[in-house]
Structures are given as structure tokens and as C-alpha cells.
């Protein structure tokens, strides 16, 4: 940390005539080695409910492509036109989802208390969600996915499904050095996304405001060989055919059967495929070859099941104990395996060797020879030995089933399943434990199945090399004057980024925002509070996070061309003795060194142009405002007095309109203007068109920010009783619809948009010549309108000629209109007439030529 002082100097090199400048440092500033490392922004979009993500903020679409506006500016929120949809949705992190090969069905059954999508009939299956999991060799996409909705009694589940087959790769844990992410796992993961603005998708705040009671991971795995299989004489080797029982096998026999995969889940149904080389013969009492199968645990092979059609279904009173998570290769059993093994016993005796020398000792005991006379003998030899029945498996897999609930309430962190948000930026866990309880939280809820957003535009801005209490000086530099004229301003919502990815709002007395609401720019003194975090997932770890938000309206406040930390502000140091004055407006980068340099720091720059500041007042207007000042003695009581104080404070305004009785009120959540309206002062600004880029001349509103500051100065010095109103003009449109001729061998496209453009200048001439005069109010005759087409030089003749009066207008509709008329009139006394232009779709009047009119 650095400390200067407030009158430190800078050099600000020489002015017009040839004198030296110094600019000094307007208070103490104690800098730090903070920098702005990371820009992000989103929005969301009205009506459609669509998030928007800008992970690079400071560019034209939000993803990095350079930026084409002449003054470098982009949008606070992002540009609604040109960013795209924020990859925003869950994630579920669990042991279940270990899955080596096979036929994989995967189910996520998310349960509501009540009726989340109404819209959607049940069992009817949408594909609005797209997937990814964790591959041997990366993110396994999975664009298929289904999402069933289910009605229950009290609420509504949501039923997530998707199917991999023996072809796809083997699901195994999360690795960063594989997968690229930052999660602090090491179970397999899968990830579902939002597909944002598709044909019959969900809408993003359909799901993000609804409180989730639980969701259940199941899992459905057909044909595992991957399997660990030996019986009491050893290892076998299942990729050929084997004796699952080895040779002989007498009663109670035992084949193993052991997998990591299977055993630390919590199963609901076991089904072993034998598929037997020879088909063995069932024993004349009907009796099933394999009667139980034993499980071990503790060391013991004491839980016991009944084998059904070589399955097992568990439940309640048949539970399965899962052993504890183990994600490594599985093992040969050995003697100090204590868990893990399956052990199918043989139920019958017919394959052992007593019974097969049993058989062997009845053939021989048919062998005999019987003398029938003195010479002849007859031979009883048996047929051949009996040949071994053997138990032989081709091959052998296992089906299973298994699931499990995440309920949010577990008295600790669960390890085996975890829930994840996915943000456009990040992710954070999800559960009850993480929930912030401090009192300056973000007012928002955790437990949702996406994340939830509450305001419809944030910009965040990490810091690196800033720790928690540090001060921060940071420069917003906007693009004065592009905020949307007709929205009012906004409150701009501070936060900062505590523990366990939580947003906290910052206390009022640690900002100090001289933007006022993004409506100008300044600097914003930040004093970052002790329990700022700079561990994060949710965005970029590693820095000191602010996130600026607005609840609506995200084009009432100004674009923004850079935001720089370690700003100060300088002033010039006038000395009339050496004739040294403001003159005229310092450019950028002018100011790089100090007066007595200071080893400490590096550098100092002056990345834009002077603000403020006024010339030398000469005599005739120093005459002209002690007059006004002796008339008016700065109160503002007449019309005449709120005009020429604002005038004389604010210089970029050209013209003003005091309304006394006129003001402005509320009703349904829209406000109105009334004329008759007592106590209530109405103010009405013009801008001066000179050197103002983002002004339309057409229609030339104020800056909002710049209304504001007229606000806040007028409301020094007027009565208390008087309810001041600052606001821009109401511009009405005139339109006009005819046919027109013009003379032989004319390029009609060209005259076409010259008329047009002579059409503008007559309704507006002062957007044309600052000479002119503009008028509130007054009257427009078609008559007069349409003399001037007709003595156009290339005009022949006009035909059908109509005048509309446009007096409100949304976009493309025209909400309020009169239709061919003779005169128009302002409708209100802040009303300005005005030539018809849409922005939107770049039409002004509509002319058709050539001329055909059958009236």
C-alpha cells in the first residue's frame, strides 16, 4: 500500500499558449496493487425469459470479438442482440453413475412440492435438456435427453433420462486433468444444460425459483463382464469358457463373483446371465442349481438371499448393504477381504467326482459272464463309462439396478452425491449446509434446480492481487449520454463475494458511487469488507469479486468503455498571476509523470479527455449573469427563474421549458402526466446537438444521468413544497403516406431517399442548423407539407396524399394514432413534432413511386 496526498502534482504538459500546466490530486488515495483481471455480465430477457452471458464483457458480442463502436464502448449487461445463451443448468456428482460398459439407463427424478411446469401434460416427453458425463478420454455429450413431467398428488416430478450403449465409453470419476473443469470431486459427474430459446423448450424462469424437495438418481445396467470371478480352487478367467464351480464340484460349491461398481451402491435388483455351453439338466426333484447367495460383509458371509430366476430383488426387509465408496480397480478375493463378494453356492451333488465314480461302480457292477454249458459262455459287458457332467459357462454378466435420494437435509455433507448449479461462469454445490445466513445475504434460493436469478442484469468484475479489506478506487468510464433516454434511472445493487460462493450486499457506507447509478462517468470508491472471499467456483478463483446488478430496465444505464482500478481524480491549479487558466479541454494520455516523481510507482496514465471546466467569462456575459443572478437571486420561483438558473449551471443544455401545475403520477405501475396539477413543477431539456455522438437528432433527449444532476442541483433552490420534475420531451411523429411522379429518366430509388431526407429537414430543421428554433407544442398543416413536395424540382405530381399523426409508439406497433388528418397538434404541452423515423426497421414516410393511384 501507497499513500499520496491530496495536492500531489502532475505535469499536464503546456497549454494554447505555451504556459506550463499542473493538475493536483483532488484528495488522499492510498493505492495497492489491485487490477481489473476478469469482466462478465447476463441478462435476462423479457418476455421470453431467456439468460444471456457475456463471459467477455468488454467486447461486441460478449464472447471475445472486438469491438466495432468508434468510442470502444460496449453494453453494461450485454448486448441483447448479438450474446448468446448462457450455458446454465445442473450438474450431479455420484458413485452411481460409475458405469463400465454395457446397456446404461440413467434416470434423475426431481420432486417438487408443487406444479412447476403447467404448461406440460404429463408423460408427454420433450427434449429441452442436453448432457455431458464424465468419459474415459473426456465429456461424453449427450444431446438425446428426455424429460418426462409426472403430476403427483401434492407436487410435480420431473423425470431426466437418457440411455448409453455398449458402444459408448466407459463412465468413470471426474479428473481435471481430463475433464478441464474445477470441480472438487473425484466421483463421475453429469452435467445437463438448459437449452435456451428452442421450439417448445422451458423458459429459464420456469425452473429457477421453485424450491426442489429432493432428487433421485437411479441407474439401470445391462450386461457387466468387467467382473472379478474365481471359485474355491481359484481365479477364472471369464473371456473364454469356464467352470464357474471348477472340476467336480461337489454340493455347496462356490463361484465368487466381485465389483467395485456393483457393491458400493445402494442396489434395488441383482440379475446374474448365465449363458451355459451345455445346458444343464434339472435335477429330478425340480430343485434349482443355485439355491442362496451369500454376500459378504464384516468378514463373514452371513447375509444371505434367495435366488428367483437368477435374480435378486432387495427391498425393505431384503435390504442390501452397500460398502464404502471405492473407486479403484477391482481385487481378487483374498483371505483379509472383508467385503464386497458375491458367493453362489451349487446346489446339488450329481457334478461331483463321488458321484461320478458312484456311476462308474454301477456300470461295473453290471459287468458279468454266465456259463450257459459246458462251453459257452455269455459276456454282459456294460456300454462305455459314463462321461463327467460338467457345468460349463460360455460366458456370465450381471445386470443391476440401484438408485438413491438427495434430500438436501443430511446433517453433513454427503460425499457419495453431490448437486451442483451450473452458472454461466462457474458452479457451486448445492445443499442446506451452504446456505448463508448472514444478515446482507443475497435475498435469493439456493435449493433450486438451476440457478436462480433475481436480477434481470449484473456485471461482475474480479480483482486479482485484492484482498479483503482493502479500499478500492475504481474508474467507470461510460459512454455519457447512452443510457436509454426514456427509462428512468436505476438503482445499482452492490455485492460482493463471500465464503462458499455466497453474494452479500454491501453495507451502504463501503460505496461511495460518484457514477450515480451508472448514468455518468466516475469513480467508485469500494471498501472491500473482512469477509470477502477470494475462494470461488461460482466465477474465477483466486480474486476479490463485486457483482453489480439492476432488477430491470438494463439499457437505463450508459455502456462502458474500460473500468480501471487505482484511479484518482485531478484538478487544474489556475494561477491568475501567471496567466495561467482553463483554456480548453485536455486529451487523453497528456498526463503521464508527476511534478516530483515518486519511486513507488510505476506509472501514472490519462487514458481519456478532461471533463468539466469553463472558460474565462467574458464581460458581456459576466453583465448577463450578475443581472440574472440579481433578478432571480438564486431561487427558482417563477418559470422564468427555473429556465435561467439551468441554463446558466448546465451549459450542454440548449433549450429549457418550465411547466408550472404539471407534473407526473402512478397508477397501475405506469406513470401519467397531468397538466392541472398543483404543487408540481415540470422541467423539459433539450440538449445542445453540438459534438454529441450518442444523440439522435431527430430526436435529441437528455442523458439520463445528466437529468439527474439537474434534478438533484434545482432541488437546492426551490421551495420544499414544490414536487420537482425533470424529464425529456414526448417527440411525436408525423408520418406521411402518398403517391408521387417524378419527371421522366430519374433514378427512382435515388429521389426516393432524397425526398425523404427534404421531408425531415422541413418537419426538423433545427436536427439540420443549430440556428433554429424548436418548438414545444405547435401545429403542422398538411397543406403546407404537401406545397413543399409538390414545388420539389424532380417531383411531377403527388397523389393520394395523407398525414398521420403517430402520438405513441412501442417498437413497430403505433399504440396511439390519428389517421389522415388536415392539422397536427402536440398533444401536450411538452409535446415536440417530429419526422417519422424506425429505428428498427429504418422506415421514415412511406412513398410510392411511381405514381398509381385509381381514387
Same mark, same amino acid.
Given at each position: 500500500?501507497?499513500?499520496l496526498?491530496k #495536492?500531489?502534482?502532475?505535469?499536464g ?7 506550463e500546466?499542473?493538475y493536483e490530486l483532488?484528495?488522499?488515495i492510498v ?16 418476455p !421470453?425469459?431467456v439468460?444471456?452471458a ?8 460478449g464472447?471475445?470479438?472486438p ?8 453494453f ?7 450474446a ?6 445442473f ?6 453413475l460409475?458405469?463400465?460398459e ?12 408443487k ?8 408423460r @408427454?416427453?420433450? =427434449? ?8 474415459a478420454?473426456?465429456?461424453h ?9 409426472r403430476?403427483?398428488?401434492t407436487?410435480?416430478q ?9 458402444d ?9 486433468d481430463v475433464h478441464?473443469? =474445477?470441480? !472438487?470431486?473425484?466421483l463421475p ?11 417448445g423448450?422451458?423458459p ?10 429432493s ?9 457387466l463382464?468387467?467382473?472379478?470371478l474365481?471359485?474355491d480352487?481359484?481365479?477364472? *478367467?471369464a ?8 472340476d467336480? /464340484?461337489a454340493?455347496?460349491?462356490?463361484f ?5 461398481e ?6 434395488d435388483?441383482i ?14 426333484s425340480?430343485t434349482?442349481y443355485? #439355491? ?17 430366476n $437368477?435374480?435378486?430383488?432387495f427391498?425393505d426387509i431384503?435390504?442390501?448393504?452397500k460398502? /464404502?465408496?471405492?473407486l ?7 483371505q ?5 463378494f ?13 458321484n461320478?465314480?458312484e456311476?462308474?461302480r454301477?456300470?461295473m457292477?453290471?459287468?458279468?459272464i ?11 459287458i456294460?456300454?462305455a463309462? +459314463?462321461?463327467p457332467v460338467?457345468?460349463m ?32 461462469? #462457474? ?6 449446509l451452504?446456505?448463508? *445466513?448472514?444478515? $446482507? ?7 433450486t ?10 456485471l461482475?468484475?474480479g ?13 467507470f468510464?461510460?459512454a ?21 460462493n ?6 451502504k457506507?463501503?460505496i461511495?458511487d ?5 448514468t455518468?462517468s ?14 470461488s467456483?461460482?466465477?474465477a478463483n ?12 438494463c439499457?437505463? @444505464? ?18 491568475e498571476t ?15 509523470k508527476?511534478v516530483?516523481?515518486?519511486?513507488a ?5 490519462q ?6 471546466g ?6 458581456d ?11 432571480h437571486k ?5 418559470m422564468w ?11 450542454t ?7 408550472n401545475h ?8 405506469q406513470?401519467?402526466?397531468? *397538466? ?18 450518442n ?10 444521468g ?9 432541488e437546492?433552490v426551490?421551495? +420544499?413544497?414544490?414536487k420537482l ?6 417527440? *411525436? ?6 403517391e ?5 429518366n430519374?433514378d ?7 425526398l425523404?431526407?427534404?421531408?425531415e429537414?422541413f418537419?426538423c430543421?433545427?436536427?439540420?442548423? &443549430?440556428?433554429n428554433?424548436?418548438s414545444? #407544442? ?5 397543406s ?7 414545388e420539389?424540382p424532380y ?5 393520394c396524399?395523407?398525414?398521420n ?5 412501442? &417498437? ?8 389522415n ?8 404541452s411538452?409535446?415536440i413534432?417530429v419526422?417519422?423515423?424506425?429505428e428498427?426497421?429504418t422506415?421514415r ?11
Amino acid at each position: 500500500k501507497h499513500l499520496l496526498s491530496k #495536492g500531489t502534482l502532475f505535469k499536464g504538459g503546456k497549454d494554447s499558449i505555451g504556459k506550463e500546466l499542473a493538475y493536483e490530486l483532488s484528495d488522499d488515495i492510498v493505492l495497492n496493487k489491485a487490477v481489473v483481471s476478469q469482466i462478465h455480465s447476463q441478462q435476462m430477457l423479457h418476455p !421470453s425469459a431467456v439468460l444471456q452471458a457475456s463471459p467477455v464483457a468488454a467486447s461486441d458480442d460478449g464472447a471475445g470479438t472486438p469491438i466495432q463502436s468508434g468510442d470502444q464502448s460496449w453494453f453494461t449487461f450485454g448486448d441483447a442482440r448479438k450474446a448468446k445463451a448462457a450455458n446454465s443448468g445442473f450438474a450431479i456428482a455420484s458413485n452411481l453413475l460409475l458405469m463400465k460398459e454395457g446397456e446404461r439407463r440413467v434416470s434423475i427424478i426431481v420432486s417438487y412440492d408443487k406444479q412447476v411446469l403447467k404448461s406440460i401434460s404429463p408423460r @408427454v416427453s420433450i =427434449n429441452c435438456f442436453r448432457a455431458e458425463i464424465t468419459g474415459a478420454k473426456g465429456w461424453h455429450k449427450i444431446e438425446d435427453v428426455r424429460l418426462n413431467v409426472r403430476k403427483q398428488f401434492t407436487g410435480q416430478q420431473l423425470n431426466f433420462s437418457f440411455t448409453l450403449s455398449p458402444d459408448d465409453p466407459a463412465i468413470v470419476p471426474f479428473s481435471a486433468d481430463v475433464h478441464k473443469e =474445477n470441480f !472438487s470431486v473425484d466421483l463421475p459427474m453429469v452435467k445437463f444444460y438448459l437449452k435456451q430459446g428452442v421450439a417448445g423448450g422451458i423458459p429459464y424462469g420456469s425452473l429457477d425459483s421453485t424450491k426442489i424437495n429432493s432428487v433421485t438418481v437411479r441407474v439401470a445396467v445391462d450386461g457387466l463382464k468387467d467382473l472379478t470371478l474365481s471359485n474355491d480352487f481359484g481365479t477364472l *478367467e471369464a473371456s473364454k469358457p469356464f467352470k464357474p464351480f471348477g472340476d467336480f /464340484p461337489a454340493r455347496d460349491a462356490s463361484f465368487y463373483i466381485g465389483s467395485h461398481e456393483i457393491v458400493q451402491k445402494q442396489l434395488d435388483r441383482i440379475e446374474f446371465n448365465l449363458s451355459w455351453k451345455d445346458e444343464p439338466e434339472a435335477e429330478s426333484s425340480g430343485t434349482d442349481y443355485f #439355491g442362496k447367495v451369500y454376500y459378504l460383509r464384516q468378514s463373514k458371509w452371513d447375509d444371505e438371499y434367495t435366488l428367483v430366476n $437368477n435374480s435378486i430383488d432387495f427391498n425393505d426387509i431384503n435390504a442390501f448393504t452397500k460398502t /464404502p465408496i471405492n473407486l479403484d480397480a477391482d481385487e481378487q478375493l483374498q483371505q483379509q477381504t472383508k467385503e464386497g463378494f458375491f458367493k453362489i453356492r451349487l446346489n446339488t451333488n450329481r457334478h461331483s467326482l463321488s458321484n461320478h465314480m458312484e456311476l462308474i461302480r454301477d456300470q461295473m457292477d453290471r459287468f458279468s459272464i454266465v456259463k450257459t454249458d459246458d462251453t459257452t459262455y455269455d459276456l454282459n459287458i456294460p456300454t462305455a463309462p +459314463p462321461v463327467p457332467v460338467e457345468i460349463m459357462l460360455d460366458h456370465f454378466s450381471v445386470n443391476y439396478i440401484a438408485s438413491s435420494t438427495i434430500t438436501f437435509a443430511e446433517p453433513s455433507l454427503p460425499t457419495e452425491h453431490q448437486f451442483f448449479h451450473l452458472g454461466p461462469f #462457474g458452479h457451486r454445490r448445492v445443499h442446506n449446509l451452504l446456505t448463508d *445466513e448472514a444478515n $446482507n445475504r443475497e435475498p435469493i434460493e439456493l435449493l433450486t434446480l438451476v440457478p436462480q436469478i433475481i436480477y434481470d442484469g449484473s456485471l461482475f468484475v474480479g480483482f486479482e492481487n485484492a484482498t479483503a479489506g482493502l479500499i478500492l478506487n475504481v474508474l467507470f468510464q461510460l459512454a455519457d449520454g447512452s443510457s436509454n433516454p426514456l427509462k428512468r434511472m436505476q438503482p445499482l445493487e452492490w455485492h460482493y463475494l463471500s465464503a462458499n460462493n455466497n453474494w452479500r450486499r454491501f453495507e451502504k457506507q463501503h460505496i461511495i458511487d460518484r457514477t450515480f447509478n451508472f448514468t455518468e462517468s466516475g469513480i467508485v470508491t469500494i471498501a472491500i469488507p473482512s469477509d470477502a472471499s477470494t475462494n470461488s467456483t461460482i466465477v474465477a478463483n483466486g480474486m476479490i469479486w463485486i457483482r453489480v446488478s439492476v432488477d430491470e430496465n438494463c439499457d437505463a @444505464v450508459c455502456k462502458v468503455i474500460k473500468i480501471a482500478a487505482q484511479a484518482a481524480k485531478v484538478v487544474l491549479v489556475q494561477d491568475e498571476t501567471r496567466n495561467i487558466e482553463f483554456r480548453n479541454s485536455l486529451p487523453g494520455k497528456a498526463i503521464s509523470k508527476f511534478v516530483i516523481s515518486d519511486p513507488a510507482i510505476k506509472k501514472a496514465e490519462q487514458p481519456f479527455d478532461s471533463f468539466g471546466g469553463r472558460t474565462k467569462e467574458t464581460d458581456d456575459k459576466f453583465y448577463l449573469r450578475v443581472s440574472e443572478r440579481l433578478r432571480h437571486k438564486q431561487r427558482a420561483i417563477t418559470m422564468w427563474d427555473y429556465e435561467h438558473i439551468l441554463l446558466e449551471e448546465f451549459p450542454t443544455i440548449f433549450k429549457v421549458r418550465c411547466l408550472n401545475h404539471a407534473g407526473f403520477y402512478s397508477k397501475n405501475n405506469q406513470e401519467h402526466f397531468c *397538466e392541472h396539477f398543483p404543487g408540481h413543477v415540470t422541467i423539459v431539456t433539450i440538449p445542445d446537438l453540438k459534438n454529441k455522438a450518442n444523440i439522435n437528432a431527430l430526436r435529441p433527449y437528455t442523458a439520463v444521468g445528466l437529468l439527474e444532476s439537474i434534478q438533484r442541483y434545482l432541488e437546492k433552490v426551490t421551495s +420544499p413544497f414544490v414536487k420537482l420534475h425533470v424529464r425529456n420531451p414526448v417527440f *411525436e411523429e408525423i408520418q406521411l403516406d402518398f403517391e408521387v411522379k417524378f419527371h421522366e429518366n430519374l433514378d427512382q430509388s435515388f429521389y426516393l431517399q432524397l425526398l425523404n431526407q427534404e421531408i425531415e429537414r422541413f418537419l426538423c430543421p433545427w436536427a439540420f442548423d &443549430g440556428q433554429n428554433e424548436i418548438s414545444f #407544442g405547435g401545429k403542422i398543416r398538411k397543406s403546407a407539407i404537401l406545397n413543399f413536395v409538390e414545388e420539389r424540382p424532380y417531383v411531377d405530381y403527388v397523389t393520394c396524399f395523407q398525414m398521420n399523426h403517430v402520438i405513441e409508439r412501442i &417498437g413497430t406497433v403505433h399504440t396511439k394514432q390519428l389517421l389522415n388528418i388536415e392539422i397536427a397538434e402536440g398533444s401536450t404541452s411538452r409535446s415536440i413534432l417530429v419526422s417519422y423515423y424506425n429505428e428498427e426497421t429504418t422506415t421514415r414516410h412511406l412513398i410510392k413511386s411511381p405514381a398509381n393511384c385509381e381514387c
